[in-house]
């Protein structure tokens, strides 16, 4: 990628932190419903969400981050997303506090990954872009389920469905 290449992304925010993820993988992002409940899944895994007569596994973004739960607001949103894996493309809803915009980030502006100072393993972000606002945190989805975690997702929601 060279310098001057643009990548845009959906901000979202989780608390007072901005997280980024690249637009193509974005296929909707849905106002807050309540999901049907998955018995038997992690406790970041919320259950399934309907979407046009889809059931789409939905987990709170929050707690698979490792930070405090929170009760939906008016702005909480569900961000329906394709993550590559090596075999397919899993469909998945993130429930975020708030969808913040549409944006460019050049590549020249995306610094590595803070290995000390930040609440999350740092081993799924992709790096994070120094904005006037403050940091914007990129989330590298395809490493941010381990392949048991996946495994258990697909078959919660396969058993559900």
Known sequence: ??????????????G??????PV????EILDYRETFRIPGGPDY??????????G???????????????APT????????????EDRVLVLGLVVDRVIEVTSFRAD???????VGVRWSSDYIG????RDEGFTVLVDMARIFSSQEVAQLSSCAAAAA
């Open 109 to 115: 502006q995306i610094g590595g990954a803070p290995d």
């Open 24 to 27: 193509t993988l974005v296929r």
């Open 16 to 21: 007072a932190e901005v997280f980024a993820v």
């Open 56 to 70: 789409v596994t939905t987990i709170d973004l929050r707690l698979r981050l490792g930070l405090s739960p929170v």
């Open 45 to 54: 895994l919320l259950g399934l969400t309907d979407m046009r007569g889809e």
């Open 74 to 85: 008016p702005a909480t949103r569900i961000l329906v997303i394709d993550i590559p894996l």
């Open 1 to 14: 990628m060279s310098d001057t290449q643009e990548i845009q992304a959906v901000t979202f925010g989780l």
């Open 127 to 130: 790096g994070v872009v120094k």
